[in-house]
């Protein structure tokens, strides 16, 4: 009801009609939006993955919105948390209390996603990440899931590759102490590597941290251990000069690494030299033949002058799980889009079929790349 000085007024007919159309445009506004929060690393030592699963995400928001979602259109609300744990934890904070999604799209990272998490079990917002792949993260509630597979998975591929594929038998692996994600696949792989019956180059400790720039004391250690293989999981970053100054030392082994290393920026930091012979393991391929990962490839050729990379491809597929889910759900509350987001069988996105698990994890293949000068090759495809 409105009111004046002298009290409510009745109706609304002595209002003039830009004056009505002024009083109910939020609420109208409001009505036919859906708002998703999007928290992503758009800045910062690993923007390219935050700006690649954005764009991905503008392109599939689009099509959503060609039919809608029971009516309403999706709106994203998105923070930049620069690589940063902390803005990610704040802008968490910001999304729930002030824009009052309904949903979030989580951080890439598994390190700023464990930080992210435990706000919006609290607040009983789900949250899906579309690549924080290390175990832990859906293990803080039953309101955080995932679209992508987990290390435990990726460092079973990588170890049985390096061992059955490749012939390698004298393992040696570095890891980024800094990083939830590094350690959780270094121990995928190395409990794989022992089951397989693997050695190790050395018993040494081989690791670095998160802004290190000067790799050459700890590739000497890595040179004289004289291994057949060297798993490096880690952040393009890092592995970049890694591979660069490895090379310039004489480090002629193939490295091997994960989902981490799938940026274009890579072949930049690494160079020519350092980038080839090496092998990751990955969520999608942009050479596979299928007719819809070829679809998405040339749509996102057209739109951003580059190829997609895996982040690209989750971010496409992790929009559509939730706007698939919100069609699904009884009613656009959290509680409900939780309950259908986690109940998602056989999604078909571009990174392959999606279903999620009961523990709310993603099963789906893996892709295994090579890498040339400068870019990733199409290896093989691997099941869980």
Known sequence: MLFTKKGPVASLKNLSL??????????????????????????????TYGQENYNAMKMALEKINQKGVKGKKIELIVEDDKSDQIEATNAMRKLINVDKVV?????????????????????????VSSAATNEKVTEIGNFISRTCFTDDFQGVVMARFAFNNLKKKNALVIIDNSSDY??????????EWKKLGGKYAS?????????????????RKVKRAN???????????????????????????PFLGGDGWDSPKLFEIAGAEGSKGNYISSHFAPDDSDPAVQAFVKDYEKRYKVRPGAMAALGYDVLGVVADAMTRAKTLTPADINAAIVSTKGYKGVTGSITIDEKRNSKKSAVVLMTTENTFKFKEKVNP
């Open 18 to 47: 830009l004056a009505i159309l002024c009083l109910l445009a939020p609420q109208a506004i409001a009505q036919d939006k859906i708002k998703i929060g999007v928290v992503q690393p758009l800045t910062g030592g690993i923007g």
């Open 103 to 127: 949903t979030i799209i989580g951080e890439v990272t598994s390190s700023n996603s464990l930080a992210m998490a435990p706000i919006a079990q609290e607040s009983k917002v789900p949250m």
């Open 182 to 191: 590094s350690k959780g696949l270094a121990k995928a792989f190395n409990d």
């Open 203 to 219: 018993t040494e400790e081989f690791s670095y941290v998160q802004k290190d720039i000067d790799f050459n004391t700890l590739l």
């Open 227 to 253: 291994p057949d293989v060297i798993f490096l999981p880690g952040y393009y970053e890092e592995v970049g000069l890694i591979l660069k100054q490895g090379k310039k030392l004489g480090i002629n082994v």
